[in-house]
């Protein structure tokens, strides 16, 4: 069974072009831009000096521990001090440490360069999912961890786990081939890191910061990473999938984006059915709110509150649109408004209304979330 | 001579008797005592949430806890860990050793010394209380690392974090306290002949370290200030929505932090420095050059603390110098091992527990070394960063470095701390299970991290899944061995073959002219050194 696994994802690995994801990986891999293979190059120089380094000290080492030992008769000699030898352990180390430090500079400078790059997309941290938004393009999207499920103890065991598991996200950060493409990164709440180990880009994503750094991927393929930093309960819940196309095919994905974008602006226009409304609202629940307030709405005791017969969820209509549009400051619970779309919001607020029993009955329209903007 | 001697001790070993004994002494050894136990209950407490940790990730998938939980483990590890274990660990042994090994009676400041061990068990009451808050239900434990990087301890921190702040103001006036006092015996209660470069090596280590903590202690507390501030009274000193600079709060925090790590460790080279010449029986190789490379390696880790901070978008003549600055600590940390590889070289050694310890210590500290030099080239770490493998590197350099030469160090002075030897079987035995067991926890460690597993997870995907298996294996054989650490303890204090003075045929220092086990007071009348 494990045999054929693996044989079924080598063969994935030789007929497509998703990232290899070999068991036993021992190595850091020295994925496919000039940026990770510069570090893969710098890593391996030191690493090899390092294992040069401890053979001899190692080496010295165990010859002595295995030649002077009292058991064996060795008798202890005198000597206990000579500056020539301490001057040269401190000349011979600062050499070999100028030889790393050239080619560690080389590549830093490079990689730090961000200028002449042909696209800009903005990468923004959020608990926990990522907003990728392309600058000047009129695209932007979050995207949530597929599993969503995979983030709790007691629904855990129900989540398939196959080679992509905690490693697929509902939306792709998408962009072309053998294109500089300018990154900027920032948050929306506590400090994010946006890493992909193939790309060898890791940045901080922080709250009133905006950093940045750049990819250049020569080939189509898929890629995959992870948030970097520790950034609450979720934080090993929010992969990171970049999907790079090739020029023709991402123009094709950028004119679909457009359409699509159309088409939700119209939707917030209509008027929903309650059941439209539901089914909707609990597909949004589950990947903007559940991650807190849980799947069963009953929240995390003294932790996140749960919406299951809760005072705002079955009260006042109108305060419950606020506490979604506009948070709650100084809480976890973050702004919505500037998040999702009308149409998205009027769904998951009239879902919370009617969903575990509370049956409020209530319908909220796209058009009421517009008038409480 | 010596009975007599002893019977004029005797006459003034006045100890009060019963729970007063501990709760009021000034005495340098019962409270080195109370804070060796204190380190080593606090050992299995932080040890037990490591297992809970290496048990929820001993396969893909959540089995055990949830991810709040598992962060709430993860930071009161390391906080108990760090604060808890290494850092009362070494004051304790600073507090039996120092004044022996100086030729003084006790300590410069001993009711300072009381209030500072004292603090310490209501510091950690209170952190650990939160955990208990936390298991009935009632809010969560700290749960954002030890690092508590804002705003998600601040903002986002929950109501526990006001005592965590509270815990880590105790501590950190329990270390200044300590380290004022270790210096002020240091400098006023040396011996008649004992001139600064006489002094052991262990006595120069903690020296140094009594200075690094006596700066950055304060700074720590700053930064915890800063928060309280941020939470409970309306400043914005992280909070990027008032003004404020989240980066700000790494750059204090690391700016204690680093030299903090070297707090950790010098005291770790200085019990190194004192074992290895005893069982080659011959001299430590280049003392000064010893106490030099101490005192490089404490003045460069107060310029290198942004090399934790590598992604967080630094200009790069920042990250050039950290860089280049980091590299630099490689030059007298080599100097150091290659001392002590001189020292070995042409000796006449006997393999006795300490001696294993502190040999697996120049071992593996020295692994630990070796990726602190290749994650201080900044390029590649933005690979390494905030993965396993930085986890491999810490723990190579506190658990079987400083945490090794604790127990070489425990196992070096208790003849003379109980006057019984302790059982050299189970000694061994304890060294190498804890050995192999600590290599198959945390080697694997590095390849995980490599391999692209970060940090801090209570779960991942399945590439990962074989090391980890095998790194949980590691931490249950590591974690139980330390039972066998445990009861040798309990076993040499309660009897045990009789200790000489001299204790170890190469021993050499004023420690080992007194009496095993050591009278309450150290030296009434202070020995001459030549």
Redesign the interface.
């Known amino acids: 069974m494990r045999a054929a696994k693996h044989v079924a994802g080598l063969l994935g690995l030789m007929f497509t072009s998703e990232q290899a994801?070999?068991?036993?990986?021992?190595?850091?891999?020295p994925g496919v831009t000039s940026f990770?293979q510069?570090?893969?190059d710098?890593?391996t120089m030191?690493?090899w000096i390092?294992v040069v380094?401890?053979a001899i000290?190692?080496g010295?080492?165990i010859y002595?521990?295995i030649y002077?030992?009292?058991?064996k008769g060795?008798?202890?000699?005198?000597?206990?001090?000579?500056t020539a030898?301490?001057i040269i352990?401190?000349v011979i180390?600062?050499l070999i440490?100028i030889a790393?430090?050239i080619p560690?500079?080389k590549?830093?400078?490079a990689?730090?360069d961000t200028s002449n790059s042909d696209m800009s997309i903005k990468v923004t941290g959020y608990?926990w999912k990522w907003h990728y938004d392309y600058l000047g393009e009129d695209i932007s999207f979050f995207s949530n961890i597929s599993t969503p499920d995979?983030?709790?103890?007691s629904t855990?065991?129900s989540?398939k786990?196959?080679?992509?598991?905690?490693?697929d996200v509902d939306n792709r950060l998408v962009i072309p081939e053998d294109t500089k493409v300018r990154l900027l990164?920032t948050s929306n709440?506590?400090?994010h890191?946006w890493?992909v180990?193939a790309f060898?880009?890791?940045?901080?994503a922080?709250?009133?910061?905006i950093?940045?750094s750049w990819v250049n991927v020569p080939d189509p393929g898929v890629y995959r990473g992870?948030?970097?930093?520790?950034?609450?309960?979720?934080?090993?819940?929010m992969p990171i999938v970049v999907e790079v196309k090739t020029k023709e095919d991402y123009a094709a994905w950028v004119s679909g984006q457009k359409t699509a974008a159309a088409e939700a602006a119209a939707s917030a226009e209509k008027t929903w059915t309650r059941a439209d409304l539901m089914s909707h609202g609990e597909k949004v629940y589950a990947t903007a709110c559940g991650a807190c307030h849980q799947a069963n709405g009953e929240g995390?005791?003294?932790?996140f509150p749960g919406l299951k017969g809760s005072a705002i969820a079955t009260g006042d209509i109108a305060k419950h649109i606020d506490v979604v549009v506009n948070g709650v400051s100084?809480t976890?619970m973050a702004a919505y408004g500037p998040q999702m779309n009308d149409a998205d919001l009027a769904a998951v607020i009239t879902y919370e209304r009617n969903a575990w029993g509370n049956d409020t009955g209530d319908v909220v329209q796209p058009s009421d979330i517009k008038a409480a903007r | 001579m010596s009975a007599v001697i002893e019977e004029h001790h005797d006459h003034h070993d006045h100890k009060p008797s019963g729970i007063g004994r501990w709760l009021f002494s000034t005495n340098h050894k019962d409270i080195g005592t109370m804070y060796l136990w204190f380190s080593f209950i606090m050992f299995f407490v932080g040890g037990a949430m490591a297992l809970v940790i290496r048990a929820e990730l001993f396969q893909?998938?959540?089995?055990?806890?949830?991810?709040?939980f598992f962060?709430q483990m993860t930071t009161l590890h390391g906080l108990i860990m760090v604060f808890g274990v290494i850092m009362p660990g070494f004051v304790g042994l600073a507090n039996w050793m120092v004044p022996m090994m100086i030729g003084a009676p006790d300590m410069a400041l001993p009711r300072m010394n009381n209030w500072s061990f004292w603090l310490l068990p209501g510091a950690f009451g209170m952190l650990i209380a939160s955990l208990i808050m936390s298991l009935m239900?009632?809010?969560?434990a700290p749960?954002?690392?030890w690092t508590f990087?804002a705003?998600?301890s601040t903002?986002?921190g929950?109501a526990s974090t006001d005592y965590f702040i509270f815990s880590v103001h105790l501590m950190g006036i329990s270390s200044i306290m300590g380290a004022i006092n270790i210096i002020a015996t240091i400098m006023n209660m040396r011996a008649p002949g004992m001139s600064y470069m006489k002094m052991p090596i262990f006595v120069w280590t903690w020296f140094i370290t009594a200075y690094l903590l006596i700066a950055v202690m304060p700074v720590l507390a700053g930064v915890v200030t800063m928060m309280l501030m941020d939470r409970n009274f309306g400043t914005s000193f992280f909070n990027?929505?008032g003004g404020?600079?989240?980066?700000l709060f790494q750059h204090v925090f690391w700016f204690f932090g680093h030299p903090e790590v070297y707090i950790m460790i010098l005291p770790a080279f200085g019990v190194v420095s004192q074992i290895v010449p005893t069982f080659?029986?011959?001299?430590?190789?280049?003392?000064?050059?010893m106490v030099y490379a101490t005192a490089s390696i404490a003045f460069l880790s107060f310029i290198v603390w942004a090399h934790h901070m590598f992604?967080?978008?630094m200009p790069?003549a920042g990250?050039?110098f950290f860089?280049?600055a980091t590299?630099?600590i490689?030059?007298p940390t080599?100097?150091k091992?290659?001392n002590w590889?001189?020292?070995?070289?042409?000796?006449?050694?006997?393999?006795e527990t300490p001696m294993l310890f502190a040999?697996g210590f120049?071992?593996l500290f020295?692994?630990g070394g070796?990726?602190g030099?290749?994650m201080c080239?900044?390029?590649?770490d933005?690979?390494y960063?905030?993965?396993y493998f930085i986890v491999a590197h810490f723990h190579y350099v506190l658990a079987t470095g400083a945490a090794f030469s604790i127990m070489a160090a425990v196992y070096f002075w208790i003849p003379k701390w109980t006057g019984n030897m302790y059982d050299e079987k189970l000694g061994k035995l304890h060294f190498w299970l804890t050995a192999i067991g600590g290599n198959i926890l945390f080697f694997p460690m590095h390849?995980v991290g490599?391999?692209?597993m970060?940090?801090?997870?209570?779960?991942?995907?399945?590439?990962f899944?074989?090391?980890n298996a095998m790194a949980t294996v590691g931490a249950f054989i590591f974690g139980f061995s330390q039972l066998i650490f445990l009861y040798n303890v309990i076993k040499t204090i309660r009897g045990g073959e009789k200790a000489t003075d001299q204790v170890w045929e190469g021993a050499d220092g004023l420690e080992w002219t007194l009496p095993s086990p050591a009278p309450f007071h150290s030296f009434t009348t202070p020995p001459t050194v030549k």
């Open positions: 994801l070999a068991a036993y990986q021992m190595n850091l891999p990770s510069g570090a893969y710098i890593h030191v690493m390092c380094i401890g000290v190692f010295a080492m002595s521990i002077h030992r009292k058991s060795a008798v202890s000699a005198e000597f206990h001090d000579n030898i301490e352990w401190t180390p600062f440490l790393m430090a560690a500079t590549v830093l400078l990689m730090e608990q995979a983030a709790n103890l855990n065991a989540v786990k196959d080679d992509t598991y905690l490693l990164f709440d506590v400090i890191a890493w180990q060898g880009v890791k940045k901080d922080i709250p009133g910061f950093n940045e992870k948030c970097a930093e520790l950034c609450g309960k979720n934080h090993g819940f995390l005791p003294n932790v100084g976890a | 893909p998938g959540l089995q055990l806890v949830e991810p709040e962060n239900g009632m809010g969560s749960n954002f690392g990087y705003p998600l903002t986002y929950p990027a929505a404020g600079d989240p980066v080659a029986r011959k001299k430590i190789f280049g003392y000064s050059s992604t967080t978008g790069v990250e050039l860089m280049y590299m630099l490689a030059i080599g100097v091992v290659f590889v001189s020292t070995m070289w042409r000796g006449s050694m006997t393999f040999i120049i071992f020295t692994i070796f990726t030099l290749m080239i900044a390029p590649a933005f690979q960063h905030d993965t390849f490599l391999a692209g970060p940090r801090r997870i209570p779960d991942y995907s399945l590439q899944a074989e090391f």
